[in-house]
């Protein structure tokens, strides 16, 4: 769900590799999709490595905090986890990683108001 365009770019690409990767191999369980138009995301941020049991326990708080706060999650977006990680994978000290979970639109029972 992240993309990054260059400067003077009207939109992002995924590089080729990434392209050509996913779904081999190490890489088999990911798929890279584009998705369409600006959304409203929950976010809930971790410092831990980006290892599975980290990344679903914040998927799975942040879903916790969305339900106490009487806001819903877009329908089907509990068949995945996205998540953002920042800095590099072997970088020294507190890493930086995001779960993001899709809202569902204002008027489509307790969407956002946003």
Not at 9 to 18: C, F, R, V
Not at 70 to 96: C, T
Request: charged share 25%.
């Amino acid at each position: 769900p992240v993309s990054y365009a260059m400067p003077g770019q009207e939109e992002a690409i995924a590089p080729q590799d990434a392209i050509e990767k996913a779904g081999d191999g190490q890489w088999r369980t990911m798929k890279i999709v584009s998705v369409p138009g600006p959304a409203v995301v929950a976010v809930r941020p971790f410092t831990d490595a980006s290892m599975e049991p980290v990344v679903r326990n914040a998927d799975r708080e942040l879903r916790g905090l969305l339900e106490r706060d009487g806001l819903v999650p877009k329908a089907g977006s509990e068949e995945m986890v996205r998540f953002a990680q920042y800095d590099a994978i072997f970088s020294m000290g507190q890493r930086r990683g995001e779960v993001w979970i899709e809202l569902e639109e204002e008027g489509s029972g307790g969407g956002h108001p946003w």
